[in-house]
């Protein structure tokens, strides 16, 4: 396999997550009642959207195709979420926790993609800024989560 296309097979396993993240933010905005989460998610799920973008960006500039949507994996857990809020009875704080738990693993797989050598230093960048929002994210989820509860 050619380096070009390792480096966007493994850009694009990313861009899946975030498809699948975005989606499961504009998911949780319709299974939270409190306008500041609705917000927040809505935020978060902008800021995912703008991820694929630039990861599908750095695809095609290797002239590669880029993955058009998200995973089954992905689509389990947003049902996994939507049925969960509805049988807890504190559904915003359960919503939360998933989220945190979602991004905790999205962070591990930009951690995972950056321990490899030799990447070209616009996806270094790209990855590095991509993870240091996630982990704000998760900062600020964690908060909200400590107000929810």
């Not at 995912?48 to 880029?66: D, M, N, V």
Request: aromatic share 8%; hydrophobic share 35%; glycine share 4%.
């Amino acid at each position: 396999m050619k380096y070009s296309e390792e480096i966007s097979n493994k850009l694009n396993e990313l861009l899946v997550k975030n498809y699948d993240a975005e989606k499961g933010y504009l998911n949780a905005i319709d299974n939270v009642n409190s306008d500041k989460l609705k917000m927040f998610f809505k935020r978060r799920a902008s800021e995912r959207s703008e991820f694929a973008k630039e990861l599908r960006t750095e695809i095609l500039q290797y002239g590669q195709i880029p993955e058009d949507s998200g995973s089954f994996k992905g689509t389990m857990h947003r049902n996994w979420m939507s049925l969960k809020s509805t049988f807890t009875s504190n559904n915003e704080e359960s919503i939360l926790e998933e989220a945190i738990r979602g991004e905790e693993a999205s962070l591990e797989d930009y951690n995972e993609l950056m321990k490899e050598r030799n990447l070209p230093p616009t996806i270094d960048a790209l990855l590095i800024k991509h993870k240091n929002a996630i982990q704000s994210a998760i900062n600020t989820e964690k908060v909200h989560e400590e107000l929810v509860s």
